[in-house]
């Protein structure tokens, strides 16, 4: 069983800073690519970043310059650092990573999520 818990939303005014967690736990053999994802009310859910287990990373043109993924292998923990936070960035933010139990095959997960509201 894996499970993936995101940690650290809130509220903060438009301008501040939220960091995001998220910890993958289980029987783990392996983790691939791992992506934080975000859906506001009344709309798709749609991709913030990405990071790769190498550490290679790709953003949405949206966040470019104000968001960093980042990952920590030995602790299956990936983590998002949102600075200059604005309104249109309140959504439910969720992580997701292709997991590799033992003698198992990859199979996708996402975290339950968790709320970021930014005020104005």
């Known amino acids: 069983q894996v499970q993936l818990v995101e940690s650290g939303g809130g509220l903060v005014q438009a301008g501040g800073s939220l960091r995001l967690s998220c910890a993958a736990s289980g029987s783990i053999f392996s983790i691939n690519a791992m992506g934080w994802y975000r859906q506001a009310p009344g709309k798709q859910r749609e991709l913030v970043a990405t990071i790769t287990n190498g550490g290679s990373t790709n953003y949405a043109d949206s966040v470019k310059g104000r968001f960093t993924i980042s990952r920590d292998n030995a602790k299956n923990t990936m983590y998002l650092q949102m600075n200059s936070l604005k309104p249109e960035d309140t959504a439910v933010y969720y992580c997701?990573?292709?997991?590799?139990?033992?003698?198992?095959?990859?199979?996708?997960?996402w975290g339950q999520g968790t709320q970021v509201t930014v005020s104005s």
């Open positions: 997701n990573a292709p997991v590799k139990i033992p003698f198992g095959t990859f199979e996708n997960y």
